[in-house]
């Protein structure tokens, strides 16, 4: 069964749309019949993606952080088509690498990765619930927002950060009266887009787009999805383990640490 916000006529505001995960998506709900608002920073490169599409769509290039642009944007859309059914928060950076990063690289990651899912919600969420239709919010996390591997730790802070804001927006719409509104969490395996170069290890992010659909219409929250290396059983594992950590008083990151990284590779 379709979900009726993903049927023909339905309209999507995808984030981060002009390449990657956001553009797939874009495609793919287009070819369904789907009205299209691609947002991404560059305009030229939103009018290329938009010339791939089959149906009508809005380019918006403005940071996504911006809480006066976010506003316009839905204005735009709702100018536009009338109507919002699907907002995918999908755009993110990872401007910063290690934890001893500028406070700036720390604040702009956290814009992007997270206050600017917040702020669309709170631009998107009471038109479309007034709107009383069926209605999906699908944020963009991150497997490192879950298991937390070391290396980048503000982009793993800001997929952290999101998760938990997910699933609290998910708590609060399925405990309102009358809402058709939910939410969910997008959690790409290894997908080549941006920089990554061809591996085979990695999905194309049409690919992952043709898993994401039908788990996002029969209601899943967590759609987390497997690629060329991970199963979804090693996935299951990872994050089970992560869980342990607290559980078992093991010292944080254990599958990374000296003392117990072969205790995990042992049970994976």
């Keep these: 069964m379709t ?20 553009l797939a998506t874009a495609q793919a709900l287009s070819a369904r019949g789907m ?7 560059d305009q030229g490169a939103l009018q290329a993606a938009a010339a791939t599409l089959d149906g009508p769509s809005l380019c918006r290039a403005m940071d996504v952080a911006d809480p006066d642009a976010i506003d316009a944007l839905a204005e735009a ?7 919002v059914d699907l907002l995918m928060n999908n755009a993110a950076t990872r401007v ?5 990063d500028t406070l700036d690289n720390w604040r702009r990651t956290m814009e992007v990765n997270f206050w600017a899912a917040v702020l669309a919600e709170r631009a998107f969420l009471p038109r479309m619930l007034a709107a009383g239709r069926p209605g999906l919010i699908l944020n963009t996390g991150s497997k490192q927002g ?15 950060a ?24 997008l959690v790409p395996g290894f997908t080549l887009t941006g920089p990554h170069r061809p591996d085979p290890g ?14 996002l219409e029969r209601g899943d929250f967590y759609i987390i999805c497997p690629d060329n290396e991970v199963t979804p059983e090693m996935d299951a594992r990872r994050m089970a383990w992560a869980a342990g950590d607290m559980i078992e008083n093991r010292p944080p990151l254990s599958r990374w640490h000296p ?8 049970q994976s």
């Design 259 to 266: 003392d117990w990284a072969e205790r995990f590779k042992a």
């Design 202 to 215: 990695g999905w194309s992010p049409a690919e992952l787009v043709a898993y994401m659909l039908p788990r």
């Design 162 to 185: 999101l998760k938990t804001y997910t699933e609290q927006l998910q708590h609060q719409l399925r405990n309102t009266e009358g809402c058709r509104i939910s939410a969910h969490l």
């Design 96 to 100: 910063a690498g290690g934890g001893d």
């Design 35 to 41: 009205g299209i608002v691609l947002v991404d920073l």
């Design 146 to 160: 879950i298991t937390n591997p070391p290396g980048n730790v503000i982009y793993n802070v800001t997929k952290s």
């Design 77 to 83: 859309a709702h100018e536009r088509f009338g109507r």
């Design 3 to 22: 979900h009726p916000a993903l049927d023909r006529g339905s309209v999507a505001v995808i984030t981060g749309a002009a390449s990657g995960i956001g």
